[in-house]
């Protein structure tokens, strides 16, 4: 059950919020359409319900707020625009790496692709699908920790008919399980077919609260869609007629050559436009909607005039030409909106009736204020649907004193995958990006290998990792800073952690997955990058290159070093400025900005050699060091005794800082 108290957006400047006080509830077992025009607030109001926009109001899961639910996504299955993901991600990758994320067996992915009916896709690439089976991957999404309640913004936006009622049955099916369903619509006609209960906003402010049969008799009503070359002249044709016949005929002007005839006929229409010699190119019964404001049946029409009559509020006939109504007889009031025109029954207590609801047409009253949720009573403790009481205040006849304002609506961190590393081994392996870098690294290094031994006057070890002194970082250091990069900047850019948050989840487990396959990335490229390179130069020129230097350890822990700093740099850098460009600039400005200041640092008379630390500490804890541990104590020292050794380090702590305060910050807000 989804229970939601006093919605209201933040506003800016001087412009009205989206959504301002939206109280509902969406009961279990059952399928509720959240209806409104492009506009009216329904994906402000979604975001606010589940705690990515900032704003005012209280959401209840099954009795609890999202952020006091430990795994969200097993109880709030959303989806949110598009599907997020890499385009060059398999659909079955791409589940299996949400399955980590969310904490579930593998086998879940296989479950759901056929459930939505993409087994035979499983293999395609998200960039490939159509907007029907990017919604059914969508669901899938949704589906895949196998949740209580879905939330689904727009799921039928720009299907076919035939995908439609798919995607509407598996919403039945779902809440016939006994789940939760909360999906929008700018189509009411969809609304009332797919769902068993409608709330229906208007500019952000709900305006009906009802089940589907009570909105599809009092909001659905039949026309007559007309398209003739003289559309104003029939309109007032139809219009004039109709105040003479004192017949409640509701003419609205679509735009162009298009009218809709609400309470007439074809008959009618056709023969009013034979009489009067006006060309007709069209004429026929369509099922329309009179959108927030629509009124009753045109056979109810003439009840609804008498009432309307007697309680002294009916409005004389009016004559609007252009994208408003232009002929209307007999009916209590007339509003336009949209370019549509919507009736406004009225009656004795100033309130129209809305299925099971009341709701106040003045949000001033005061005997209907505690009904709607006023200021004084927005964080009402309950609101209910059909006979559900609508709280304590009005079942005792006296308003408790409540705040003025509902609770504050903070943007929550997002969770970390339950399993991070394994989510991190398959989103690395998911995609061809880290293969081809690390290829296109190795021939490049070959070549520069080749090119270097060919000019003469290089090093062995710089000839070894191809690393020219005009470069400030050979190509395997490069390569791995940038794999570093793309382990945040793909989250980034392709968000599948947190939809529609412009975030990940900045959590030390996450993190630390990350820097581990990097790490391992790293050390791989390195081995590879070294052996590629010896093994070309033995064939073009010999063994005479590719002989082992005598001081071959401290050289590899440099070497081993230099590549895997690089790529935590990337990480970190990611992580903390959130873009790949960042991760791989910060890479490159180690050696060109920071190795200068070490260098000037390091030169200093203060310094003390690195070279004697071993036998310094022999001299302090009067021990032996086993199985020649001198050795790889010395190899350390040397790495960070060197200006790119003691930059990489100065900046991998200054990166790690960044990236813890900003990962406390987000905790404290």
Same mark, same amino acid.
């Given at each position: 059950?989804?229970?939601?108290?006093?919605?209201?957006?933040?506003?800016?400047?001087?412009?009205?919020?989206?959504?301002? *006080?939206?109280?509902?509830?969406?009961?279990?077992?059952?399928?509720?359409?959240?209806?409104?025009?492009?506009?009216?607030?329904?994906?402000?109001?979604?975001? %606010?319900?589940?705690?990515?926009?900032?704003?005012?109001?209280?959401? /209840?899961?099954?009795?609890?707020?999202?952020?006091?639910?430990?795994?969200?996504? =097993?109880?709030?299955?959303?989806?949110?625009?598009?599907?997020?993901?890499?385009?060059?991600?398999?659909?079955?990758?791409?589940?299996?790496?949400?399955?980590?994320?969310?904490?579930?067996?593998?086998?879940?992915?296989?479950?759901?692709?056929?459930?939505?009916?993409?087994?035979?896709?499983?293999?395609?690439?998200?960039?490939?699908?159509?907007?029907?089976?990017?919604?059914?991957?969508?669901?899938?999404?949704? $589906?895949?920790?196998?949740?209580?309640? %879905?939330?689904? *913004?727009?799921?039928?936006?720009?299907?076919?008919? =035939?995908?439609?009622?798919?995607?509407?049955?598996?919403?039945?099916?779902?809440?016939?399980?006994?789940?939760?369903?909360?999906?929008?619509?700018?189509?009411?006609?969809?609304?009332?077919?797919?769902?068993?209960?409608?709330?229906?906003?208007?500019?952000?402010?709900?305006?009906?609260?009802?089940?589907?049969? +009570?909105?599809? =008799?009092?909001?659905?009503?039949?026309?007559?869609?007309?398209?003739?070359?003289?559309?104003?002249?029939?309109?007032?044709?139809?219009?004039?007629?109709?105040?003479?016949?004192?017949?409640?005929?509701?003419?609205?002007?679509?735009?162009?050559?298009?009218?809709?005839?609400?309470?007439?006929?074809?008959?009618?229409?056709?023969?009013?436009?034979?009489?009067?010699?006006? $060309?007709?190119?069209?004429?026929? *019964?369509?099922?329309?909607?009179?959108?927030?404001?629509?009124?009753?049946?045109?056979?109810?029409?003439?009840?609804?005039?008498?009432?309307?009559?007697?309680?002294?509020?009916?409005?004389?006939?009016?004559?609007?030409?252009?994208?408003?109504?232009?002929?209307?007889?007999?009916?209590?009031?007339?509003?336009?909106?949209?370019?549509?025109?919507?009736?406004?029954?009225?009656?004795?207590?100033?309130?129209?009736?809305?299925?099971?609801?009341?709701?106040?047409?003045?949000?001033?009253?005061?005997?209907?204020?505690?009904?709607?949720?006023?200021?004084? @009573?927005?964080?009402?403790?309950?609101?209910?649907?059909?006979?559900?009481?609508?709280?304590?205040?009005?079942?005792?006849?006296?308003?408790?004193?409540?705040?003025?304002?509902?609770?504050?609506?903070?943007?929550?961190?997002?969770?970390?995958?339950?399993?991070?590393?394994?989510?991190?081994?398959?989103?690395?392996?998911?995609?061809?990006?880290?293969?081809?870098?690390?290829?296109?690294?190795?021939?490049?290094? @070959?070549?520069?290998?080749?090119?270097? !031994?060919?000019?003469?006057?290089?090093?062995?070890?710089?000839?070894?990792?191809?690393?020219?002194?005009?470069?400030?970082?050979?190509?395997?250091?490069?390569?791995?800073?940038?794999?570093?990069?793309?382990?945040?900047?793909?989250?980034?850019?392709?968000?599948?952690?947190?939809?529609?948050?412009?975030?990940?989840?900045?959590?030390?487990? $996450?993190?630390?997955?990350?820097?581990?396959?990097?790490?391992?990335?790293?050390?791989?490229? @390195?081995?590879?990058?070294?052996?590629?390179?010896?093994?070309?130069? /033995?064939?073009? /020129?010999?063994? +005479?290159?590719?002989?082992?230097?005598?001081?071959?350890?401290?050289?590899? !822990?440099?070497?081993?070093?230099?590549?895997?700093?690089?790529?935590?740099?990337?990480?970190?850098? !990611?992580?903390?400025?959130?873009?790949?460009?960042?991760? %791989?600039?910060?890479?490159?400005?180690?050696?060109?900005?920071?190795?200068?200041?070490?260098?000037?640092?390091?030169?200093?008379?203060?310094?003390?050699?690195?070279?004697?630390?071993?036998?310094?500490?022999?001299?302090?804890?009067?021990?032996?060091?086993?199985?020649?541990?001198?050795?790889?104590?010395?190899?350390?020292?040397?790495?960070?005794?060197?200006?790119?050794?003691?930059?990489?380090?100065?900046? %991998?702590?200054?990166?790690?800082?960044?990236?813890?305060?900003?990962?406390?910050?987000?905790?404290?807000?």
């Amino acid at each position: 059950m989804i229970q939601a108290f006093g919605l209201t957006s933040n506003s800016r400047k001087d412009l009205p919020p989206a959504v301002d *006080d939206v109280s509902f509830e969406a009961r279990a077992g059952r399928v509720t359409a959240l209806l409104g025009t492009s506009g009216a607030g329904k994906t402000t109001a979604l975001r %606010l319900m589940l705690e990515l926009q900032q704003g005012r109001g209280l959401t /209840y899961f099954k009795g609890r707020p999202l952020h006091r639910i430990a795994h969200p996504s =097993r109880e709030v299955g959303v989806l949110m625009g598009e599907v997020p993901g890499h385009p060059a991600r398999t659909v079955r990758g791409h589940l299996r790496m949400l399955c980590a994320a969310a904490g579930v067996p593998v086998r879940r992915a296989d479950e759901v692709l056929e459930v939505v009916g993409l087994v035979s896709l499983r293999d395609e690439r998200l960039g490939t699908l159509s907007r029907g089976m990017d919604r059914r991957l969508g669901l899938a999404c949704a $589906l895949l920790p196998d949740p209580h309640t %879905l939330v689904l *913004d727009a799921p039928a936006d720009g299907l076919s008919a =035939r995908e439609s009622r798919w995607l509407h049955g598996m919403l039945r099916a779902h809440a016939a399980q006994g789940g939760t369903v909360l999906f929008t619509t700018a189509e009411p006609k969809e609304a009332a077919r797919a769902a068993d209960h409608v709330i229906t906003l208007e500019q952000g402010r709900l305006v009906a609260d009802q089940a589907a049969a +009570e909105f599809a =008799r009092t909001r659905l009503r039949p026309r007559v869609a007309v398209r003739t070359p003289h559309a104003a002249r029939l309109a007032a044709l139809l219009g004039k007629e109709a105040r003479t016949a004192h017949r409640s005929v509701e003419v609205v002007r679509e735009g162009g050559n298009r009218l809709s005839v609400y309470g007439s006929t074809c008959a009618d229409v056709g023969e009013t436009a034979f009489r009067h010699g006006v $060309l007709v190119h069209q004429l026929a *019964d369509e099922v329309g909607d009179m959108g927030p404001g629509a009124g009753p049946f045109p056979g109810e029409s003439t009840e609804a005039a008498q009432d309307a009559r007697a309680g002294g509020t009916g409005a004389d006939p009016v004559e609007l030409v252009g994208k408003e109504v232009v002929g209307e007889a007999g009916v209590a009031g007339v509003a336009v909106r949209g370019g549509q025109a919507h009736d406004t029954p009225a009656s004795s207590s100033g309130s129209c009736a809305h299925g099971e609801r009341v709701m106040p047409a003045d949000r001033t009253v005061p005997g209907d204020q505690a009904a709607h949720g006023s200021p004084d @009573a927005r964080s009402g403790p309950a609101v209910g649907s059909g006979d559900t009481a609508l709280g304590p205040a009005i079942a005792s006849g006296a308003p408790a004193p409540l705040p003025p304002l509902p609770p504050p609506i903070s943007v929550r961190s997002a969770p970390g995958p339950l399993r991070p590393l394994r989510y991190e081994l398959r989103r690395a392996a998911g995609i061809g990006t880290g293969f081809l870098t690390a290829a296109a690294v190795l021939v490049t290094s @070959a070549l520069t290998a080749v090119l270097l !031994a060919r000019v003469g006057h290089t090093p062995q070890a710089r000839l070894l990792a191809a690393w020219p002194r005009e470069l400030p970082l050979p190509p395997a250091a490069l390569g791995a800073g940038l794999l570093g990069a793309l382990a945040f900047g793909d989250e980034f850019r392709h968000p599948a952690l947190a939809a529609d948050r412009g975030t990940v989840p900045r959590r030390l487990g $996450l993190l630390t997955a990350k820097l581990v396959v990097a790490t391992a990335t790293a050390l791989a490229l @390195a081995f590879l990058t070294v052996g590629c390179d010896a093994e070309v130069l /033995y064939l073009v /020129y010999g063994r +005479e290159l590719t002989e082992v230097p005598a001081d071959w350890f401290s050289l590899s !822990a440099s070497w081993f070093g230099l590549v895997v700093a690089c790529a935590w740099a990337g990480v970190l850098a !990611a992580g903390v400025f959130r873009s790949t460009t960042a991760g %791989l600039a910060a890479v490159v400005a180690v050696p060109v900005l920071v190795v200068p200041l070490v260098q000037r640092a390091l030169e200093g008379e203060s310094v003390r050699a690195a070279a004697g630390l071993p036998a310094r500490l022999r001299e302090v804890f009067l021990l032996q060091w086993p199985f020649g541990g001198e050795r790889y104590l010395v190899g350390a020292a040397r790495v960070i005794a060197q200006p790119v050794g003691g930059a990489l380090a100065l900046s %991998l702590t200054a990166l790690l800082c960044a990236y813890l305060l900003t990962t406390l910050r987000s905790r404290v807000r």
